[in-house]
């Protein structure tokens, strides 16, 4: 019983290291850096094309799953 139910949550919380809970971690810092560049940019350059940027997530895995 409960071998059905595989548990995955997001952001890596410090819940999920505690519980054993396998998580998604996105890179907050990078994002964060990455988005102050990009705004910056478009301030210095408002005609600018909109940029995409696509950052890759980490399976962090543990029990749950």
Avoid: H
Avoid at 29 to 39: R, T
Avoid at 42 to 54: A, D, F, I, M, S
Wanted: net charge negative; hydrophobic share 35%.
């Amino acid at each position: 019983m409960g071998s059905d139910v595989k548990l995955v949550g997001y952001d890596d919380q410090s819940l999920a290291r505690d519980w054993g809970i396998t998580t998604v971690r996105q890179p907050i810092e990078l994002m964060g850096e990455k988005a102050v560049d990009m705004m910056l940019e478009r301030l210095e350059k408002p005609g600018k094309e909109v940029e995409n940027l696509c950052l890759k997530p980490e399976m962090v895995e543990r029990e749950s799953a």
